[in-house]
């Protein structure tokens, strides 16, 4: 049988193969409305009040406010027109115009934005910006541009935490639960570190999926955790900070390249304005959704002490190693973890 995972990576490499050709072939195709205004379409999936759900209506709001009649942007909130997936391959395909995928879910098309995934490479979201505001942190917003997708600004949702059916203070609590995780070969690689069992699922499928006992457990944001209400279906959270979860606003380079330059340039300083705000407001998201969680008394947080994080950070380590050469030192190197030894 195809598992999720294979059939993935089949879809990955039938997406690549077609990519350039799409490209090429829709590159000139807007989303146009009855009265001739350009539809940028916008699907992702989490919900309206988190931080990608409040950039996306904020762009909207921008766009309306500023080119209202030439352009109109079109939001689609918590997966309702599709799953991060097709996204992706819409995109490449022209049936929509921007997208804001996790860096996770790229992983399919390049080995470089796995940097993001690795486990407590960076300790907190400053330090995710400050990589990502260096020459090698900014270069990287173009690595697709080639295969289909241009990114324009990265995006933070927050740290990752830990989920599941019991108190997981140590690793050795994760051994034998199984784990939703993203599309991502680091992410499986962390979860057997831990002796757990991965399995790459659609965010759409979390919540039913814990509530039928199809997966025991699973990693997301405060902010996540809260808006998907994935406490509600299991007991406890270990606020582990292990990994960033963040996106990556993308368009496909041929349509955008097409847009008249004083749109694109309204737009491009549109972006700018609203990551500003997105990164500036996607800890408190986090913050205030922690909080939430603990009052609804149906999950409980642990806080591993200082000698229970390190078990943690000893345990997923090594994975940084399985990756590295394929991340490359340039991009490594830029990173918190510094030049190899
Ligand atoms: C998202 O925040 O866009 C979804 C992340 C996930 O799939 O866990």
């Known amino acids: 049988m195809f598992g999720y995972h294979a059939k993935m990576r089949c879809r990955g490499y039938i997406l690549i193969a077609m990519l350039s050709l799409a490209s090429l072939l829709l590159a000139g195709c807007q989303g146009s409305s009855d009265d001739d205004r350009i539809v ?27 080119l209202g009649d030439r352009v109109v942007m079109e939001v689609y909130p918590s997966g309702q027109l599709m799953n991060e997936d097709d996204a992706i391959e ?19 098309l390049t080995r470089k934005y796995q940097v993001f995934d690795l486990p407590f490479l960076f300790p907190d979201l400053e330090a995710v910006e400050a990589f990502q505001q260096s020459s090698v942190g900014q270069d990287l917003l173009g690595e697709l541009s080639r295969k289909g997708f241009l990114g324009l600004a990265y ?3 927050g740290m990752k935490q830990f989920g599941g059916p019991v108190p997981m203070r140590r690793p050795e609590d994760a051994a034998g639960l199984k784990f939703r995780i993203m599309e991502s070969d680091v992410l499986e690689a962390q979860i057997l570190a831990m002796k757990a069992n991965p399995q790459k699922m659609a965010f759409g499928e979390v919540y039913q999926a814990l509530q039928t006992g199809a997966i025991d457990a699973q990693e997301n944001t405060w902010s996540n955790n809260y808006s998907q209400k994935f406490f509600e279906v299991q007991p406890w959270f270990t606020e582990s900070n292990h990994g960033y979860l963040g996106y990556l606003l993308t368009v496909n380079p041929g349509q955008w390249k097409k847009l008249p330059a004083d749109i694109r340039l309204e737009l491009e300083q549109i972006i700018a304005e609203v990551t500003a705000e ?12 922690r909080a939430r969680i603990l009052e609804s008394g149906q999950s409980q947080i642990i806080e591993p002490s200082v000698e229970e994080m390190d078990a943690w950070r000893r345990v997923m380590r090594p994975v940084w190693d399985e990756f590295a050469d394929e991340i490359g030192e340039a991009v490594m190197s830029a990173t918190p973890a510094g030049p190899a030894q």
């Open 278 to 289: 997105v990164n500036a407001n996607a800890a408190a998201f986090n913050i205030k959704d």
């Open 155 to 157: 995006w933070h949702n």
């Open 40 to 66: 940028l379409k916008f699907p992702h999936v989490t919900a309206p009040g988190t931080p990608k759900g409040q950039g996306a209506e904020r762009l909207r709001e921008l766009i309306a406010e500023r």
């Open 90 to 108: 819409m995109l490449a395909f022209g049936e929509v115009q921007m997208i804001a995928p996790s860096l996770s879910k790229f992983d399919r």
